[in-house]
């Protein structure tokens, strides 16, 4: 998996490359779909929701230019394996998930695994962490209707934001980095993500 869809296709951040090395994705997925596990496609984890693909997780974890030090905020826990591969990199990661049963499920699989510097929350993420603020990065995984400001406001200087935006059937990924009062936007491309739904996102799924 590495290699072909990952490597190939451009990625190249050592410590990205060796996060998905280390990361078993065949856990994060149900009994049924394991020998689906590695192929180059989002799977179905319950609640109509995806694990998304892997190349993709890969484009936004290089994107988010993350360091050892960092904290890192994820909207959109799902199957848990992001915040895997986050939490190989960084210092610590908090993710958040708005369904309870994802939240249940995904907790219970960060405890077996012992996943220690991850810290869960089960609410609407689109209002963000602000206890927790600011972060070094910001991940969204889940398409926004727009960029949520509320998000933008809880990066540190040199922050750095990953977030999906448009509608159900077009989406951009873009990148903001937060350089003192100036925001600096870059588009990655084209993506397809399921709904954020939340106050500061979509009204309903
Ligand atoms: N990062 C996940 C992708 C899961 S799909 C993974 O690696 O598997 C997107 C997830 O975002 C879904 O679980 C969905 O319930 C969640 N989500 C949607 N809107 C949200 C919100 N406002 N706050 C928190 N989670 C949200």
Redesign the pocket.
């Known amino acids: 998996m590495v290699r072909k869809q990952i490597e190939a296709r451009g990625i190249k951040s050592p410590r990205v490359l060796a996060a998905f090395r280390q990361v078993p994705r065949h856990l994060?997925v149900s009994e049924a779909l394991r020998d689906q596990a590695y192929g180059d496609y989002p799977l179905p984890?319950g609640?109509q929701?995806?694990?998304?693909q892997p190349f993709i997780?890969a484009e936004m974890t290089q994107a988010l230019d993350l360091g050892e030090d960092d904290r890192v905020l994820?909207?959109?826990?799902?199957?848990?394996?992001?915040?895997a591969i986050l939490a190989q990199i960084v210092f610590r990661v908090y993710t958040?998930?708005?369904?309870h049963s994802?939240y249940l499920q995904t907790r219970n699989l960060f405890d077996k695994l012992h996943y220690h510097n991850i810290v869960m929350k089960y609410?609407?993420?689109?209002k963000g962490w602000q206890d927790e603020s600011p972060f070094d990065g910001i991940i969204v995984?889940?398409g926004a209707p727009q960029i949520p400001d509320v998000l933008i406001d809880q990066l540190g200087e040199g922050g750095r934001l990953v977030v999906p935006v448009g509608n159900q059937h077009t989406q951009e990924l873009i990148k903001i980095f937060r350089d003192g009062q100036n925001i600096r936007q870059t588009n990655l491309g084209g993506c397809r993500?399921?709904?954020?739904?939340?106050k500061h996102?979509w009204k309903d799924a």
Do not use: H, M, N, P
Request: aromatic share 8%; no cysteine; proline share 0%.
């Open positions: 994060f984890i609640e929701q995806t694990i998304s997780v994820e909207i959109g826990t799902g199957s848990g394996y992001q915040a958040i998930e708005r369904k994802l609410a609407d993420g689109t995984t889940a993500f399921v709904k954020l739904v939340g996102g």
